[in-house]
């Protein structure tokens, strides 16, 4: 059984920051890419950011310049750091993890206040 547990989500005022984290345990012994997505009210979940096993990133254009994402092997670890936040961002955000399957973590909420 694998478990992914995010955290780092919470309320912060526009142009603030915030790092998320999300932890892979459990019977997962190889991972390739880990990302991020995003859920609004209404919308569709998108990509926000992925991190190939090999360290390639690719950002969704809306938070290029303002996000990186990273990640740390040894601890099956994915971040994803936040800057620049704008109410736009306000979503709940899921970490995702592909290893042979592909595993969904449970979303942390963040709000962007104006």
């Known amino acids: 059984q694998v478990q992914l547990v995010e955290s780092g989500g919470g309320l912060v005022q526009a142009g603030g920051s915030l790092r998320l984290s999300c932890v892979a345990s459990?019977?997962?012994?190889?991972?390739?890419?880990m990302g991020w997505y995003r859920q609004a009210p209404g919308k569709q979940r998108e990509l926000v950011a992925r991190i190939a096993s090999g360290g390639s990133t690719n950002y969704a254009d809306s938070v290029k310049g303002r996000f990186t994402i990273s990640r740390d092997n040894a601890k099956k670890t994915v971040y994803l750091q936040m800057n620049s936040l704008k109410p736009e961002d306000t979503a709940v955000y899921y970490c995702?993890?592909?290893?042979?399957?592909?595993?969904w973590g449970q979303g942390t909420q963040v709000t962007v206040s104006s």
């Open positions: 459990g019977s997962i012994f190889r991972i390739f890419g």
């Open positions: 995702n993890v592909e290893s042979w399957s592909v595993y």
